[in-house]
């Protein structure tokens, strides 16, 4: 893929606060996409990496959505499509798994967060 394909592409990226996410958005916005970072409880790592991309793409904004809550989803594609007028590519990278253990182990609770969530 040619480097100017992703300038103002509109992206969102589920998970972005850090790792993975973090490291993704970086390299979109350095390339001059356009980014909407979602998150979820990391709220001050977020905000400093929106600080950082913000230098090198001309949007940046925040989502806060806990994706556990099947109909926020929705509303976070809403909100996106609403500020940015529409979205080109959209990053699934939000992902855990609740109660580390074997999967034949695990509560109905915690399988039921780990299969909603990823």
Known sequence: MHVNSIKEKKILITGASQGIGASISTIFAENG?????????????????????????????????????????????????RDFGGIDVLINNAGACFGYRHFSDLDEISWDKTLILN
């Open 33 to 81: 996409a356009l980014i909407g970072l979602h998150y979820n409880e990391s709220e001050d790592q977020v905000k400093k990496l929106k600080t950082k991309i913000g230098k090198n793409t001309g949007k940046v904004k925040l989502y806060k959505y806990d994706l556990l809550k099947c109909e926020k989803t929705a509303d976070l594609i809403s909100s996106f499509i």
